[in-house]
């Protein structure tokens, strides 16, 4: 019992210790904010499908608030930018962030959706 009990205490442990880091602000090139009340001065939609983002490249301006939203048109997909602090998915879809480093940062699928998964990247410019 008290194994099984140490086991379980690490555990938590170390799952708040994953949570409590990926929570830092300001890393990556963005400050993530949620929609909390700031207004975004420009909007950008990733749409997704079979395998594919419907754009190769997407751009962004820095120092400007943008909101990205995510659109699902068929399959099940996420998006992941691990560069600018951003995950999407269908119950998530929408965040505003803060591009704060010019620079290109990949946009990857977040979710295994099949054979085509790891071809199913686009890039974020940020000028």
């Known amino acids: 019992m008290n194994v099984k009990k140490s086991i379980a205490i690490a555990a938590s442990s170390v799952l708040l210790l994953l949570v409590t880091a990926c929570n830092t602000d300001n890393a990556g090139g963005a400050n993530t904010t949620g929609n909390n009340g700031i207004t975004p001065e420009a909007?950008?939609?990733?749409?997704?499908?079979?395998?594919?983002?419907?754009?190769?490249?997407?751009?962004?301006?820095?120092?400007?608030?943008?909101?990205?939203?995510?659109?699902?048109?068929?399959?099940?997909?996420?998006?992941?930018?691990?560069?600018?602090?951003?995950q999407l998915d269908q119950k998530n879809d929408s965040t505003v962030i803060v591009p704060t480093e010019a620079g290109e940062y990949e946009v990857a699928c977040s979710i295994m959706c099949g054979s085509g998964h790891g071809s199913m990247v686009s890039t974020i410019i940020v000028e």
């Not at 990733?46 to 754009?55: G, H, L, V």
Request: glycine residues 6%.
């Open 43 to 86: 909007e950008l939609l990733i749409k997704a499908s079979n395998y594919q983002f419907d754009q190769q490249q997407y751009h962004l301006k820095k120092d400007v608030p943008v909101k990205i939203t995510f659109k699902n048109d068929s399959g099940y997909h996420g998006v992941l930018i691990p560069g600018l602090r951003v």
